[in-house]
């Protein structure tokens, strides 16, 4: 078992603007916990939605089946309910409603005390000359590093 498990969506950060990031803690049944601790998870995909009860679910998040697991697994594409503080949620909720932002997920950890945590942010979608800007910006620093490695 890997001591830092550290999932990353490293497309959204291209694909989106981050205005405001949160953590979250996720409800998880026992095999889900287990499979994350093997680092066999996913979030490329996944994206966050309210429902009736404004509670918050991550949903297209991809957990493998436990492999010991038997009859007690889990759905690995099931939606899983985020953990956060009311006031965090009316004000993520009034957001995404008003404004039409959304909210993805950025990276899934475990804590010290071995609790699956999700970091979410608050984003705009770029649109294509943006993303464009990206590479370039992405490029033009790749060269300036090697250019200040040579001298």
Excluded at 126 to 147: C, G, S, V, Y
Aim: net charge positive; proline share 1%; with cysteine.
């Amino acid at each position: 078992m890997q001591k830092n498990i550290n999932i990353q969506n490293k497309k959204a950060r291209f694909e989106y603007e981050i205005l405001d990031t949160y953590t979250a803690g996720i409800q998880l049944t026992g095999t889900e916990i287990k499979s994350i601790r093997q680092s066999k998870a996913r979030i490329t995909e996944s994206f966050c939605e309210f429902n009736e009860q404004l509670e918050l679910f991550v949903i297209n998040m991809y957990i493998e089946e436990y492999t010991y697991g038997h009859s007690y697994n889990h759905n690995p594409k099931s939606s899983r309910r985020l953990l956060l503080n009311k006031k965090e949620l009316k004000k993520l909720e009034k957001q995404v409603k008003n404004v039409g932002l959304t909210i993805v997920p950025l990276k899934l950890f475990i804590t010290d005390k071995g609790w699956a945590k999700l970091n979410i942010a608050l984003c705009k979608g770029k649109k294509l000359h943006d993303k464009r800007n990206t590479l370039k910006d992405r490029d033009n620093k790749r060269d300036l590093a090697r250019i200040k490695k040579n001298f």
